[in-house]
């Protein structure tokens, strides 16, 4: 299984579509929304380049993991690799677990670039408090790559990038990526993971400790979505 992780890595990190859209993108949105914003505070007193320093890796992050693995998956599907490592000896959940540890893995560039450009324009945070933000962004994107696998059986191969595509910006629109979340949308919003992803960085707001909730919630959709991959993998076995 180790073997198929470091071929999955490399795989991804040789992309370039991966470097472009899921690394050097979110830093260059990173750059417009903080001039676009100015260098106020949203609510709960939290500096515009900080909240969008997060709103954007997690936004990479997200894209990484939901792309990268999606749409191998479909294509592994449609070009039977998928059927051949089934004749091999590496057991169904040892493929599923590859997929989402090697997709997750991938995310770590997508995180500390934008975190570098983040410090280059004025976000101060402890030692600590930039290593507990980095090692919580990429714990919780091991949510979004269980759902990518998921996805990645899920769809047809000619349909999973539109799916992916909506189900992606759905998820970012309505959970603070764009924009802060409040009122009435904030309520709505505690059921998408992407909110909770980004609310893993409370801790850096004054006053404010980690938010337990988001942590309970990321690790139920975890759950439920590798409940699924794992349902729709054996599904697509008896379909071979």
């Known amino acids: 299984m180790t073997t198929l ?9 040789r992309n370039r579509r991966y470097l472009l859209f899921s690394v050097l993108y979110p830093a260059l949105m990173y750059v417009f929304f903080i001039n676009a914003y100015g ?3 949203v609510a709960g ?3 515009v380049k900080t909240y969008f320093m997060v709103s954007m890796a997690t936004f990479g992050a997200v894209g990484a993991v939901l792309t990268g693995s999606a749409q191998r998956i479909s294509l592994e599907r ?5 059927r051949q490592l089934r004749l091999t000896a590496l057991p169904g959940r040892a493929y599923t677990v590859a997929k989402i540890a090697a997709s997750s893995v991938t995310t770590l560039p997508s995180i500390l670039v934008v975190f570098a450009v983040g410090a280059s324009q004025g976000v101060r945070l402890g030692a600590a408090q ?5 090692v919580a962004l990429w714990l919780g ?9 998921a996805l990645g059986y899920a ?7 539109p799916v992916v595509m909506i189900a992606y910006m ?11 979340v409040t009122g009435t949308m904030e309520r709505f919003a505690r059921f998408d993971p992407v909110y909770l992803y980004n609310e893993l960085a409370a801790f850096t707001r004054p006053g404010h400790s980690v938010d337990t909730v988001a942590v309970a919630g990321l690790a139920a959709f975890l759950v439920v979505f590798s409940a699924v991959a794992a349902v729709l993998y054996r599904r697509d076995t008896r379909q071979a």
């Open 130 to 134: 930039w290593a507990g933000l980095a």
């Open 155 to 161: 769809a047809a191969p000619d349909a999973v990038q």
């Open 170 to 180: 759905a998820m970012a629109l309505f959970g603070g990526t764009w924009f802060p």
């Open 45 to 47: 007193g939290l500096p």
């Open 39 to 41: 260098s106020g505070s």
């Open 141 to 149: 994107s091991f949510v979004f790559a269980a759902l990518g696998v």
């Open 78 to 82: 449609k070009t039977g690799w998928v």
């Open 5 to 13: 992780i470091r071929l999955e890595i490399m795989r991804t990190l």
